[in-house]
């Protein structure tokens, strides 16, 4: 199985635009997906297949791929967006084990 | 309306079998493409994949834990079913069953989880 890294904390202030990184060997060739983790509850799927937003996801969530590397961008961060958040990859041959990274602390001072 | 719920024992005790079940509406499991999979979160920490069973029964277990674990499903009252052996204090967690079956894997609706512990 491979690991997908993701820093451990960021911080922001409200209206400016956060970035939260993912690396992993496999990316180029799978599809990344972000989840947001509020406390307590359970995760919310923010971003699919790299960069597909749900409906009811605000637009400022947007995903993007660059070799090893995703990003999840929030622009113009809001106080509500405080929360934990993963990404996550999955073989759908069932090679490899589905792989969460291991979480980033969104912090909105 | 796509919901889960998780169900299980709060507490059991080391060596102990943990067995959960998800129940869900809104989705088939006989439905070409779906697949519910598994997922626990030890507090504080991060979210790791344990199993999914898809609409052929194929079973998929996370690399580390496979020899503990066995996911089935009960299609008719549309139920998902976790067991885990020999439990241990380091596996307690909250559980999660979520749903995939959009073609990659990838989770869009959770239950809201049932917290395990394991008393030593």
């Known amino acids: 199985s491979y690991e997908l890294t993701q820093p451990p904390s960021v911080s922001v202030s409200p209206g400016q635009t956060a970035r939260i990184t993912c690396s992993g060997e496999a990316l180029p060739r799978q599809y990344s997906h972000w989840y947001q983790q509020k406390p307590g509850q359970a995760p919310v799927l923010v971003i699919y297949k790299d960069t597909e937003r749900p409906s009811g996801i605000p637009e400022r969530f947007t995903g993007s791929s660059s070799g090893t590397t995703v990003t999840l961008t929030i622009s113009g961060v809001q106080t509500e967006d405080e929360a934990d958040y993963y990404c996550q990859s999955g073989d759908t041959s069932g090679i490899y084990d589905v792989v969460f990274g291991g979480g980033t602390k969104l912090t909105v001072l | 309306q796509v919901t889960l719920k998780e169900s299980g024992p709060a507490l059991v005790k080391r060596t102990q079998t943990l067995t959960l079940t998800c129940i869900f509406s809104g989705f088939s499991l006989t439905t070409p493409g779906m697949r519910v999979s598994w997922i626990r979160q030890p507090p504080g920490k991060a979210l790791e994949w344990l199993a999914r069973?898809?609409?052929?029964?194929?079973?998929f277990y996370s690399t580390s834990l496979k020899t503990r674990l066995t996911v089935s499903k009960d299609t008719s009252k549309n139920q998902v079913f976790l067991t885990m052996t020999n439990m241990d204090p380091e596996d307690t967690a909250t559980y999660y069953c979520?749903?995939?079956?959009?073609?990659?894997?990838?989770?869009?609706?959770w239950g809201q989880g049932t917290q395990v512990t394991v008393s030593s």
């Open positions: 979520a749903r995939d079956g959009r073609g990659e894997i990838y989770f869009d609706y």
């Open positions: 069973i898809d609409w052929e029964d194929d079973k």
